[in-house]
């Protein structure tokens, strides 16, 4: 009987010791996994900004998983893209925002003034449209040009950017994003070596070099333009790219 009372006494300080042990070892257990966590992730490579959505777009870093988005965001935010151009080799100068018809006119709209490339005439666009265009030329069409073409381009050939009309030229229908000066339509590219590559003559036409060259500048164009069409997409695009930053998204 005495044992069994003395059992039953102890019976509570066991189950108090191993509360406490309970207490006093979970919370160093913790600690440990989250040091352990901590120091596994100091090894790992650091991720590239231009994988992370809602990190700030850097126009001299190679395209990303998120270079897209970036680019999107940049709509909502003049001051940001501003800032975003400031930060690259890009030069430009802002053009003063103006309504020029029922649909029309410039607003966060910025001229180019120096580039990795000549321009056949000058170039207004918004300011997203023209960090797209830069990355497009320096992370796109340059190593495009390298691979098929051997010979840097010294030149892009446009037939214009800002335009107050509706899509198609037509008296009806959607505003054309060339009627904001967000669009640009690409005729060609004239190389250092003297060489002129163009849509209308070199899309089905031109050496197999020259036929990949045009190609490969139009898919990369895919990933940072919202809507991006050429010779494939109707008879009104056989002799240009049309690339643009709105609402749409297309790549034909």
Same mark, same amino acid.
């Given at each position: 009987m005495e044992e069994a009372i003395e059992q039953q006494e102890d019976a509570p300080r066991h189950g108090r010791l191993g509360h406490w042990l309970t207490l006093s070892v979970l919370?160093?257990?913790?600690? @440990?996994l989250l040091? @352990?966590?901590?120091?596994?992730?100091?090894?790992?490579? @650091?991720?590239?900004? +231009?994988?992370?959505?809602?990190a700030?777009?850097?126009? +001299?870093?190679p395209v990303g998983l998120a270079t897209g988005f970036q680019l999107a965001r940049l709509r909502a935010d003049p001051s940001q893209c501003q800032g975003v151009l400031d930060l690259s080799a890009l030069q430009s100068?802002?053009?003063?925002?103006?309504?020029?018809?029922e649909f029309c006119g410039f607003l966060n709209a910025v001229e180019v003034t120096r580039s990795t490339v000549a321009y056949s005439a000058p170039v207004r666009l918004t300011c997203p449209m023209a960090a797209a265009l830069y990355l497009w030329e320096r992370a796109v069409v340059a190593p495009a040009a390298a691979k098929h073409l051997g010979s840097p381009v010294a030149r892009v050939d446009h037939l214009g950017t800002y335009s107050c009309r509706?899509?198609?030229?037509?008296? @009806?229908?959607?505003p054309s994003e060339h009627a904001t000066a967000n669009a640009i339509d690409i005729a060609g590219f004239r190389l250092a070596d003297g060489r002129r590559i163009t849509l209308a003559g070199d899309w089905n036409d031109g050496t197999e070099a020259e036929r990949a060259f045009l190609r490969a500048v139009r898919d990369g164009a895919c990933d940072l333009f919202r809507v991006v069409l050429g010779p494939d997409y109707n008879a009104a695009h056989r002799d240009h790219f049309h690339l643009d930053m709105g609402m749409f998204r297309a790549c034909r």
């Open positions: 919370p160093l257990l913790v600690l @440990a040091v @352990a966590v901590g120091l596994t992730l100091l090894r790992l490579p @650091a991720i590239p900004p +231009e994988h992370l959505p809602f700030r777009l850097d126009l +001299e870093r100068r802002p053009v003063p925002s103006r309504r020029t018809g509706r899509i198609g030229g037509g008296p @009806a229908g959607m």
